[in-house]
């Protein structure tokens, strides 16, 4: 089992306390795994420790989704406890009827030590956050990062290096059940694909109430093919018409946010980097798992390089704790613009410098950026094209690298 040790460092502090831990994450990425992990230390530092776990995306809990019943369960669990703590682990809560109330009600318990999931990022936007300011911490999960599949892949394919595994990583993606299969082709096709349908029709149709389920595949294809390219609303609704599919753009942003919602996609906001705005115009999207997308779109590797490169650098500054933007200087883009309190980073992405004029264009846009923060070129090639204040790097010994700051702090 892999450790999830970036996760479990976030958890940790806040173990027996009455905050409550909202981990949230697309489905199947290891929110129930984290919360298996989290049990095991609780057992290994309380060997008596009182646990009560519920996976309540399972049929056998259904009757815990009805109205008070969860409630009235753990409430006799914490009575029988007396001054006991009792640690209680509700998986995929979000279908439990007036679950706030719930979680809120036991919250005020003395001996109750909470750790709920979600599937959806609206878990903390109804009445559980009005009731629990400054009471919850929440813990965002992704699939496996790079560093955490090779800890799984390598077992299984000891021959191969870190280049090797990281090609392997860009076509199937980090989704951790995968290992199981030990990673192969036909059965992790298979597994992806149901995986798609689930997320669509029970994080998204059934969420949302949506009635055109094929529209909603066609616009979710769309971005998932222009993943890491720049587009908008009103081009997905010119898309469709050309499929003889006409719908609005309003339509269409609905379902955009509610694939965000649950976890499928990512919008990332474009900002003018000279006039110091966001764009309203023109965004990007990445999809959380790179084999979930290739599956989807059955894409292949050299023609995607670029794009699906870009979507692991964007997620494992997220990982990293970065809050992250795209930027426009004039009339070149930079990639990446990523934030983490006083740090900031210029990230450019390519596949290689082979070229005159890659090199011109990803080295340009970095270096019309006149402030003394961090600047990074991130690509395959292998040999070291740091350029003075620009610092190149490797992508996988990037991504290996350690969470320390890469740059210069901001200056005031």
């Not at 450790?3 to 831990?21: H, M």
């Not at 990673?183 to 298979?190: L, V």
């Not at 499929?243 to 694939?259: D, G, I, P, Q, S």
């Not at 980073?345 to 410098?353: E, K, N, R, S």
């Amino acid at each position: 089992m892999v450790s999830r040790e970036i996760y479990l460092k976030k958890v940790r502090p806040f173990i027996g306390t009455d905050v409550i831990k909202v981990i949230t994450g697309m489905r199947r990425s290891g929110k129930s795994v984290l919360l298996e992990l989290i049990q095991a230390e609780l057992r290994e530092r309380h060997p008596d420790a009182r646990i009560f776990s519920v996976n309540l995306d399972d049929d056998e809990n259904k009757k815990f989704l009805e109205k008070g019943v969860l409630y009235e369960h753990a409430s006799g669990l914490l009575r029988e406890a007396g001054d006991e703590m009792v640690y209680l682990f509700f998986d995929e809560i979000h279908d439990v009827e007036e679950w706030e109330t719930a979680v809120n009600s036991l919250r005020m318990r003395k001996n109750a030590d909470i750790y709920i999931t979600g599937s959806n990022s609206k878990l903390l936007s109804g009445e559980l956050a009005t009731y629990l300011t400054g009471r919850y911490v929440e813990i965002k999960m992704t699939p496996f990062s790079f560093a955490e599949f090779v800890e799984a892949a390598k077992p299984i394919f000891p021959d191969e290096d870190r280049s090797q595994l990281f090609n392997r990583y860009l076509v199937t993606g980090g989704i951790p059940f995968l290992a199981k299969v030990r990673y192969d082709e036909e059965a992790s096709r298979a597994y992806l694909h149901d995986l798609y349908g689930a997320i669509l029709l029970k994080d998204v149709v059934r969420r949302k109430q949506i009635r055109d389920v094929d529209l909603l595949d066609r616009i979710v294809r769309f971005v998932m093919t222009e993943c890491g390219h720049t587009f908008s609303a009103r081009r997905i609704v010119n898309f469709l018409k050309g499929e003889r599919r006409e719908t609005a753009v309003e339509t269409v942003l609905n379902y955009l946010k509610a694939c965000e919602e649950a976890f499928l996609i990512a919008r990332v906001p474009r900002q003018d980097l000279v006039g110091k705005r966001i764009l309203a115009v023109d965004e990007k999207y990445y999809v959380t798992d790179t084999g979930l997308r290739n599956t989807v779109v059955r894409g292949s590797l050299r023609r995607d390089i670029d794009q699906l490169l870009e979507n692991v650098v964007y997620f494992e500054f997220l990982r990293r704790g970065y809050e992250v933007t795209i930027g426009r200087m004039r009339e070149k883009e930079v990639d990446f613009v990523c934030d983490r309190g006083s740090e900031r980073i210029y990230v450019q992405v390519a596949f290689t410098l082979g070229s005159e004029d890659t090199r011109e264009r990803e080295y340009g846009a970095l270096e019309q950026i006149k402030t003394t923060d961090a600047k990074l070129l991130l690509t395959m090639d292998r040999l070291d094209m740091s350029d003075g204040a620009i610092r190149h790097l490797y992508i996988p010994d990037f991504l290996f690298s350690d969470n320390a700051p890469l740059g210069r702090k901001n200056t005031p």
